[in-house]
Every structure is written in C-alpha cells, then in structure tokens.
C-alpha cells in the first residue's frame, strides 16, 4: 500500500466530516495496525497531510484536523439526513425529466402513439409459444447467442462487414454501455473527448469517473480534425464519446469524408473511438453515411447500436460491437453491473427485430416524425423572434438558438410553470456554455401538441425578451 | 485539484505503460498547462514522485521514470492485444458459470422445469392486453409506480411495516443494487464488513471499489455479536454487505434474537446494514425470522428483496427498500448506470406477482426444492468420504467440507474434465480460505441428474484421496 492512498482515505474521511475541524487522527502506530501496513508508511502520509496544510501537529500528541480543511468539500459529499454520507451522484436530464408536464419537449423518446402496438403484442404472444420456459431462463452476461448471431448477419447484409457473435455485448440501453466503458477505460484525470454540445447523461456520467472533459466542437460541416489532432497530441485522450449520425442535441452528422480519417487520427494516437449511434435508422431523405467502426480494422473504434429508441423502449436494448480485445473486459464489467441484461426482453427484440413488419414499421415511422420535425418548424418560422436553427435531416431533436439575451435557464422555469418542458443548453456543454440554447424533441407529442406547445413557448419567449426589452435583437 | 490527484494520474498512467522506464515526463510548465493548474501543484506532485523512487531527475533535463517504477503494476491493469490497456474487472463466479457442463452445481439457479411455464406464458398475453403500448414506454430510474405502490402494500401485508412508493427502488438484480449502493457509499481503503463466507460477486464488486473487506464469521449459531461490536468500534465500517436468511453459500439462518441487536449496532457505529434477502420466500419447515429492516427506525437498513430467483429469473426483478435519504442518491445512481429498468419485465412482474397462482407456484417449489436437497443429501451421506455439511432450512445451496487434504480447486479441475461443475470455497472469502469446501446448489438440475452428478463427485474425490494417499482421513 502506498501512503497516498492512505492521504486520499484521511481526506475523503475528513470531508465526510467523520473527522472535523481540531478532531484528533489516529495514531501512526494504530492506523498502521488498522491498514495492516508499515509504520513509516502512514508516517510519510501524515507528513504530507501535514505539509498540504490539511493537519497540523501538537507536541507529543498528535496530528489534529485544521480547520480549513475540515468539511471544505461538501460538494463532493452528501450528507443526508439520517448522517449517512453517500457520493453525490448527477443527473442533470433525468432530474429534468421527473417534472411531469402537459408540452414534454425535453425527452426524446418516440411517441408509443406511433409504434405497432397491437402488433408487437401479438408478437410478444407469439414469441412466447416459441420459448414456453423462457420466463425461467437467465442470459450470459454477454448477451443471449441467438441475438448475436442474429446482429452478425443483419450487419454483414447492411454494412458488408464481417463479425462474429463474440464480438458482440448486448446491454441494457445505450447509457449502460456508456457506463461500463468509461469505468473500464477512464481513471480520474484522463482526458477525454467530447461533441461540443454532447449528450448531457454521457457527460454525467464520464465526470463522475473523473475524467477531464476536451470540448471537440461539432458543426454543421462535422469537427476540425487538425483541431482534433492537435488535441490528441497535446491530451493524449483515452477516449472520445462522440455521436457523429444525427447528433444529439445538434442533429449534425460526421460526413463520409472525414469518417475514415477519424478512425486514422484514433489509431495513430490510441483514443479509443465510442461511436454512439442510437438514431442511424431515423433519416428523413437519405441513408446516413457509414458508421466509423465500419472503417476500422484495429479495434479503436467501439460501436453503440441502441434500438431502444425506435424498436421497442420498453425492451431497452442496445447492442455493443468492439474487437475481443475490448469484448472482454466489457464482459466482466457488464457481470458485474447486472450479470446480464434480461433474456426476455432479448428474445421478444430478436424476434420482432427479424420480422418484416419491422421495417414497414420504421419507413413509416420516419415519415410520421418528418411531419413532426416539419410542424415544430414551420410555428417556430412563424414566430416573430429572431430564433435560430438547423433544419436536422434525421433524428429526433431540433437545436435552437434563442435570441441572444434569452437565458434558456430563464425560459425553462417559466416554462415549466406552463406546464412546458425543454433541455436547456448549457447542461449538454462540458464548459457550461450554450446558454442561449435549447433542445427540442419532435418526438414524443403529437401534431397539435407540437403547434400548441410552439404557440406556447413563442409567447414565453417574447414576453422575457420584452421584460428585458432589447428590441433590437427582435426579428425586424 | 490536490498534487496528490496529479501524483495518482502519474502513477496510473505509468502503470499502463504510456510512459516506459526512463522515458521523460512533460515538464512541469507542459502539465501544469494540460491540467490548467498553478505551476507549484505540479511542482509538489512531481517531488513526491522523486521522493517515493517514482522518479528521477537529470540535471536541467527534467523527470525521467524509474526503472523499478515501470509496468510494476501489470497486475492491476489489463493490456489487450491491440494496445488498449482496460481495467482488469474480475468476475470469478461468473467465469466458472461460463464453462458449459453437463452436472451443472455450480449456478444456484432454479430448473426452469419447476416454474409454472405454461402459466407463465398465459400472463404474459394477458398483460400485453392491459397494457398495449407497454413496449412503446420508458420506466422511470425508480421504477415503476404501480410495481412499487404493490410491493409497499405486500410488505404492509407479510411484515407489518409501514412504507411509501418513494422508499423503494428497482433495479436489474440483486447484484446491480449491490453494485450501485457500493458506489455510491464506498470510497477507496474505507471499511466493509463480509460474512465469511459470503457472496463471490459481492466480494469481486467491493473490491473494484477499493473497499478492505473486514470479514465476520458466520456458523449456523449466528454472528459474534461482541466481536461485530469490536469490529465496527475498530474499523469504523461504512457498511456490512448480509445475507442473514438462507445464506449464500452456507444456508444459515442468523437468529431473531441477534436481528435486533445488529440494527441497534449499526445505527450506534454508523455502519449501514446492507440487507440481501434473495431466499427469504424459500423455507422448508418454518418460515424464517423478519428481516433486520423491519428492526431499522432510523434508516440504517437497506433491505435488498430480490424476486428473480424463483418468481422469474427471466424478469431479474429486485426491489430496493430504504429510508428517503438513501433512496435519493440510489435514483441518481440508477439514472447514470442505465437510466431504468425496462418496464416489460416489471409490468409482467407485477402482474404475475399478485396472482392466485404464484401463491400456488411458491408452495409448489417448495417442496421441489427439499426433494432435491434431500437426494443430494442421501447420496453425499452414501459416500465412503468424510465430508461434512450442516442441512440448510432453506435457499438453494448446501455448503461442504471436504476432508482437510482435499483441496476444493484440484476437485473442480477434475470435476470440469467430467462435465461437472461446482463453486469452489475459496472465492466465496475475502481471506481466500475455505480451501477444502464447496458449494453444490441442488437448484437447477433434477433428481437423477444430482444422484448421478454426486456420484461422480463422490468417486472423483475418492480418486484424489487415493492420489495423495491419506488414508487416515478417510471415513472408517
């Protein structure tokens, strides 16, 4: 043991407030006998502690806590009510997200209105005349067989490329893959890659494994990939968590031209690529480019294939491709997490996922969300403010900058009293910028919904930006 | 940021190899601008470093690693063969289960035989008839309001205690509630009292938190109360991961007297009583004592009810019960790990929970169960060895001591040569003793699979006896 794990454990203990200000620490000799360690160890700590000022010593006594340090980092601390310390733990969209509203602009998910309902019942009906104990059953931690080698031939026919079954982790949701990768790659200070906006759960989530955040900014033209390049040779990124197919919250997409060259960049400087990919199939005119890990050969890039957004949410499904190398400790994360994502909610996916009505499903399912995309856009142009946007070409998500001196901030909690809800900017930003910006979901309300809702927050929207009566930055 | 956070990252990054023996650190003006701190926090980390032989210095060169320094820690960091080093996550259990064997003991899982299959499926039908766009919808990170206003009112029911929908939490499994509790209360070098001994993967997930596991023997009389006490007076353990009811691997039951007395302990030392009851519902005689949460006013009970064991092992169902100030954190820990639960599973739980018929099933499974561990039992008494048990009253695994000169890893490598499996005792202690015992779970395979499975136990171990030649230990 080392003694600065042991500085890291007096630390963590006197920020818990398990030792307060002039507290006395335990003595070198019984704290070594409590580590099971050398004397000298603890010793070289407490002299540490002492030279960070952290303790200070009295003459054939002891150490004691000073008091600048007792207690100084409650916000890496909770402490509830019952005295129970535990880690705070953020989740800035899921908070959100709690808020019940009548306008649900903030999540993206697809309304149950457009899924095959009736359909997928029977499905479920059916699928359980085929595996009458499948109640019974656990999954491997990897994920069931069938499902894998089901993924291998889809993607072999869609993307020409060749995978085997071990390749393949299926867990549950996206996020949770997001979750186990960063607590497999990332140790605290670890540079890490993000979009500029990105998905504010991954930002949550790769924060709380204490990870440094190097914006990568994300246009309509795709990244700056000298700009990239100069942030791999100066940060050495373990990792990039990038969402290049119709971006969440932007809706861009990562052009063909610099997809193969991304995967170059990763190889040359080893920065494992995440490519998160939940919204490939959800394009409104044409396919969307190739996916990046379609072009790599040596294993740095990992692929996310969620399909909870527009199969099934309920199953929650989202399938991991990695080379073996990666495959592996994955698969001892994912044992560890849950032991398995549940085997019937793979077995209904595979079966519906296969089935014809599948695909008749989803053409009509772009189709249904392209009108919704249409209809939030055609009441935000008929807005007389001077809001900004990106026409997005797939996804779920419109990204819209309001006019500068609206806080989006401001917005939402008058919003919110409206029974109105969107996903402010800034929490999708690592620097805590875009505070003028907003995202919204055409997803999830219907056709009326969307132009009341669009009425609504027009007119919210107006009387802030009267409140503060800048009418120069009104639309002439 | 602390040099000592920057000493860590040194240190993690050396390990993994990016920096070899005698490669040259970035100087300190470089680093000090890569992690946007003061010159002197960079300056301080790296004569740590100096001082600990981490490093050396060159003379208007700069820092250089130790040669003794260098890749000393290959055990704590995993190299793939493309490069990419990943954490080493362990999973011992889960490695042996992924060996496919005929005499399967090892997995104490129930038979899907034994579930009520046909029942089952019917269910399921029905609500997708209630519920016909389930598959279209999200749970919450809490889980699902229904499922969790049911099981408050089972409680109120079976347990006479008083809860509210907000005091529960879903997760995938007992061990993902593990999981998350475990990052969400330990931090590195604290505390945390185990049976010994106890769950394997609860020891693998402690561990990869960075917890010292301080074990606490357990015999079929219960716990040491007065060496608990010194223990937790001693360690000042943040908590005591249980399983006093049916305890996995032993059977034991922990006494109705000592409940109340763990509860009046944990809350005087502090230490939250992490409470797994996945066998409660599975006695044979009598039912067993309450839980310790019942016992728990001040919410120093966090009380695991798994029902994924002999409800629906498909579902993976578990239910988190705990006071307001600890729920708040778990949610937010849910939130990141994978955002909810899927609602299909909880829904078809719910359902199929509340029936007439699981009452029947449970009765039903009972009684299977005994029969096969009274077959296990009969053959295991048969053989000419003098291994000893104690006869579990519940749950799904008996506990076995092999005569001393037997050693269980020699036994499980001949046993894996025969298609017959077992958990070795060894993983189920943080001390790795309990060489010489076994686990056999009599769940999951038949009457004439376990006669025949103990068998060929039987005459594997009487071969390894011959082999090492101890006749002495042999049964007279």
Known sequence: MRSKQIYDYIITNIERGEWGAHDKLPSIRSLAVELNVNRLT????????????????????????????????????????????????????????????????????IDPNLLPNLFLSDYVKKVFDIYPKLM???????????????????????????????????????????????????????????????????????????????????????????????????????????????????????????????????????????????????????????????????GWVVYLRSFSKYVAPGLRICAVFARKSMIEPLIAAKSLADNGTPLVTQKIFLHYFQSERMQQHLKKLRTALQIRRDVMEEELSAASIDWQWTTPQGGLNIWLRLPNHISASMLLQESLQHSLSFVPGHICDPNNGYQSWVRLSYSLMNEIQIREGMRQLTQLAQQLATRFDFPSYQRK
Chains 1, 2 share one sequence.
């Open 136 to 298: 019974g059953n656990y999954s491997t931690p990897q994920g069931d067989e069938e499902l894998r080698d089901l993924l291998c031939q889809y993607f072999k026919r869609s993307n020409r490329v060749e995978l085997n079954n071990g390749e393949i982790v299926i867990t549950t949701g996206a996020q949770q893959a997001i979750d186990l990768l960063s607590r497999i790659l990332i140790r605290p200070l670890d540079a890490v890659l993000v979009e500029r906006p990105t998905y504010s759960a991954a930002i949550d989530i790769l924060r709380g494994q204490g990870a440094r955040l190097i914006p990568v900014e994300f246009t309509p033209e795709g990244y700056d990939l000298e700009a990239i390049e100069r942030l791999m040779k100066q940060h050495r990124p373990r990792m990039f968590y990038m969402n290049p197919t119709f971006h969440n919250p932007t809706g861009y997409i990562l052009p063909a031209s610099q997809r193969k060259q991304l995967v170059e960049l990763a190889e040359r400087y080893r920065c494992v690529l995440v490519e998160d990919d939940a919204f490939h199939d959800m394009y409104f005119h044409e396919r969307p480019p190739q996916p990046l890990f379609m072009y790599d050969t040596d």
């Open 42 to 109: 603890v010793f070289k700590a407490y002299q540490l502690l002492k030279q960070h000022e952290k303790v200070y010593v009295k003459e054939k006594s002891g150490y004691y806590v000073c008091p600048d340090c007792a207690g100084t980092a409650a916000d890496a601390v909770y402490h509830t009510p019952n005295g129970v310390s535990a880690l705070q733990v953020t989740s800035q969209l899921s908070d959100i997200h709690r808020i019940a509203v009548e306008y649900q602009f903030s999540q993206a998910i």
